[in-house]
């Protein structure tokens, strides 16, 4: 078979190299080889464990078709241009050759795990019947594919409206309200409805209120020409949260001029019009959906055991199917045993997962069985109400205040910092 070429980022160098394609098993002398596919949260923390504690073990390979490593938690404050792409996002192919790992920017087409290779192709420069791809075979693999978008199947969301899952999501969406607040000046009334009121839908309707009460007073327009809805299909806002906590974001953002609709599912959506199950309809002229997500759909053609909620894995985090294979963050399903719960989909909760797969697979290199198992940990959540107000909740506590919402703003600055050296 013609071999394919594939750029892939050599420790030490400042650009991509074009070499071959990778052979048909790996070549397993004295290391083996772990392929990481996707490098959000999960994914680069494992490289980065990996590469500390067992580099003369192994190979790394991360492959992932984004070219950046974004912080999506402040994807909010990017789509109102309160803050930069750039602050939120660093190069994959500058993180990856500062770290001295190898890195393919292609879009995953297959993994086979019987045959424990990982097919890819560059579909940016294919044209979209090209089939061709390049295999790179795996000792070990790490599922670290993150989550798309969950319309939940109602008609007219994804036509209708906005999403805010990637940067350039958020760019949309600036780029939107830029040319809606220049055009202001002629229209009467503008309703801007967020759909979803977990922590990102509450973030940004706050996020979005205090932008056009900036807007308003640098532009001269009249504030009461734009309004700022949130819709939330439950009884409350940010489920799985204390119920003082729900109170209190409800409470503060309708008093700080929010509109909210709780126990309002949204059943179709036309332009700028959303109908309700009451089958009250609704006037919205931007609509922007933060009503959840779901696991990466390349993981229906990949052969281990899962169901809606991702990949299904054991206590080490490996497929309870297939024990080569482990899985973190958004694409994986760990059920706690002792307490019946679903692990969280949160950026430290893959974090504290990615730390787990790396012990074990450094272990599992060395033929040592006593893995790490992973313990659902309660870790504590900053919530932002806007530019004056943040939330901090650890279990049954909370405070609220000022210092929280910059408390938050400088732990989103560190991680990115600390990734960048």
């Known amino acids: 078979m013609d071999s394919l070429q594939t750029s892939i980022q050599q420790p030490g160098e400042t650009k991509s190299t074009t070499i071959q394609s990778m052979p048909a098993q790996p070549t397993l002398t004295a290391k083996k080889r772990v392929v990481i596919a996707g490098s959000g949260f999960g994914g680069l923390r494992v490289a980065e464990k990996l590469r500390k504690n067992c580099e003369k073990s192994i190979e790394i390979i991360v492959i992932d078709s984004a070219d950046c490593h974004t912080f999506a938690p402040a994807l909010y404050s990017v789509a109102t241009g309160e803050t930069s792409a750039q602050a939120v996002c660093?190069?994959?192919?500058?993180?990856?050759?500062?770290?001295?790992?190898?890195?393919?920017?292609?879009?995953?087409?297959?993994?086979?795990?019987?045959?424990?290779?990982?097919?890819?192709?560059?579909?940016?420069?294919?044209?979209?019947?090209?089939?061709?791809?390049?295999?790179?075979?795996?000792?070990?693999?790490?599922?670290?594919?993150?989550?798309?978008?969950?319309?939940?199947?109602?008609?007219?969301?994804?036509?209708?409206?906005?999403?805010?899952?990637?940067?350039?999501?958020?760019?949309?969406?600036?780029?939107?309200?830029?040319?809606?607040?220049?055009?202001?000046?002629?229209?009467?009334?503008?309703?801007?409805?967020?759909?979803?009121?977990?922590?990102?839908?509450?973030?940004?309707?706050?996020?979005?209120?205090?932008?056009?009460?900036?807007?308003?007073?640098?532009?001269?327009?009249?504030?009461?020409?734009?309004s700022v809805m949130l819709i939330q299909a439950v009884d409350h806002l940010v489920p799985g949260f204390p119920a003082k906590v729900q109170k209190f974001c409800e409470h503060y953002m309708a008093e700080h001029g929010i509109e909210l609709?709780?126990?309002?599912?949204?059943?179709?959506?036309?332009?700028?019009?959303?109908?309700?199950?009451?089958?009250?309809?609704?006037?919205?002229?931007?609509?922007?959906?933060?009503?959840?997500?779901?696991?990466?759909?390349?993981?229906?053609?990949?052969?281990?055991?899962?169901?809606?909620?991702g990949v299904k894995v054991n206590s080490y985090l490996q497929s309870v199917s297939n024990q080569n294979i482990y899985a973190v963050g958004d694409c994986m399903n760990y059920n706690d045993q002792k307490t019946g719960k679903r692990a969280l989909k949160t950026a430290q909760n893959a974090l504290h997962q990615a730390n787990v797969v790396a012990e074990n697979i450094c272990k599992a290199t060395k033929g040592r069985d006593d893995f790490a198992s992973y313990r659902p940990k309660e870790t504590p959540v900053l919530i932002s109400l806007g530019k004056k107000m943040g939330l901090f909740i650890w279990k049954n506590f909370w405070f609220r205040g000022y210092w929280m919402m910059k408390m938050k703003d400088y732990i989103e600055k560190e991680y990115m910092w600390k990734i960048r050296l």
């Open 90 to 226: 660093e190069p994959l192919s500058v993180i990856y050759i500062r770290k001295g790992i190898k890195y393919i920017q292609e879009k995953i087409v297959n993994i086979d795990v019987k045959k424990k290779i990982v097919s890819t192709k560059k579909y940016k420069k294919l044209n979209k019947n090209d089939k061709a791809t390049n295999t790179i075979p795996y000792d070990f693999l790490v599922l670290a594919v993150g989550s798309e978008v969950n319309f939940y199947g109602i008609k007219g969301i994804q036509k209708n409206a906005f999403s805010l899952k990637t940067k350039e999501d958020a760019a949309a969406i600036y780029k939107h309200l830029q040319k809606v607040i220049a055009t202001m000046q002629d229209k009467q009334f503008h309703r801007l409805v967020v759909l979803g009121g977990g922590v990102t839908g509450v973030e940004l309707a706050c996020e979005l209120k205090d932008h056009l009460d900036n807007v308003c007073m640098q532009n001269n327009i009249p504030r009461e020409k734009f």
């Open 261 to 309: 609709r709780v126990d309002s599912p949204v059943v179709q959506a036309k332009r700028q019009l959303l109908i309700l199950k009451s089958r009250e309809i609704i006037k919205a002229d931007t609509v922007i959906w933060a009503g959840g997500i779901k696991a990466n759909r390349l993981l229906g053609s990949v052969e281990v055991e899962q169901d809606e909620y």
